[in-house]
């Protein structure tokens, strides 16, 4: 699997990389639906959605949860492949794990800040939810900066590391069409909730 996550093409490594989270988001969700708590996690943990209430219009409810998203992924998985890889994986990889794992459970168990009329069990009705778009756009903007790691990790203990040469440019290692993509793809679907939020809760 190593080599697939890690392939020179992109939609290998997206593919390869939505294949593993979407059987661990099933394996964490499952569980959580039958044998968590309703409302186990709700107020203490980061979720998609910011706060307990509601904007009053829609296109001020996009702009909080669009650039609570955009930070997560300018920031925090873009930074993270800059900073390092282990092997072939850049530290960028496992911010999406994180969050694919966090909708799992926000889902199994209804602990949205607004919370859903009912926990939702596992099944296809989840495509009509924004979530699961917004975790595809944060996978694909992983892969799509996998090249742009400036050190690789020898050992953690003790700690070494070297510099990859040569260095990285954002210009020509960023594939910029899967890039674009998925921020095109995770303001969509920061609409798409906005929308759900303001009209329909």
């Known amino acids: ?6 392939h020179k093409k992109l939609w290998v490594r997206f593919l390869s990389y939505l294949g593993v989270s979407t059987l661990i988001f099933l394996m964490i969700w499952t569980p959580s639906y039958f044998f968590l708590p309703e409302g186990i996690i709700r107020g ?11 904007a009053r219009s829609f296109f001020t409810e996009f702009l909080r949860i669009a650039a609570y998203n955009l930070f997560i992924s300018m920031v925090l998985i873009i ?20 969050f694919v ?8 168990t209804n602990s949205f800040a607004i919370p859903l009329p009912e926990r939702m069990a596992p099944s296809f009705a989840v495509l009509k939810r924004s979530g699961i778009y917004e975790m595809i756009a944060f996978i694909l903007m992983a892969a799509s900066t996998h090249r742009i790691s400036s050190y690789r990790v020898l050992s953690f203990i003790p700690p070494k590391s070297e510099e990859i040469i040569p260095k990285p440019k954002f210009s020509q290692d960023i594939d910029w069409v899967g890039f674009i993509t998925a921020i095109l793809l995770l303001l969509a679907a920061n609409a ?4 759900q939020i303001v009209y329909l809760v």
Do not use: H, Q, R
Not at 1 to 6: A, E, F, G, P, V
Not at 44 to 54: H, L
Not at 86 to 91: D, Q, R
Not at 101 to 108: C, K, P, Q, R, V
């Open 44 to 54: 203490k943990s980061a979720t998609v959605i910011v706060g307990d209430e509601a």
């Open 79 to 98: 930074a993270a492949n800059w900073i390092f890889k282990v092997g072939c994986f850049p530290l960028g990889y496992m911010i999406p794990l994180y």
């Open 192 to 195: 798409w909730e906005a929308y």
């Open 1 to 6: 699997m190593t080599k697939y996550l890690c």
């Open 101 to 108: 794992i966090l909708y799992a459970i926000l889902l199994g």
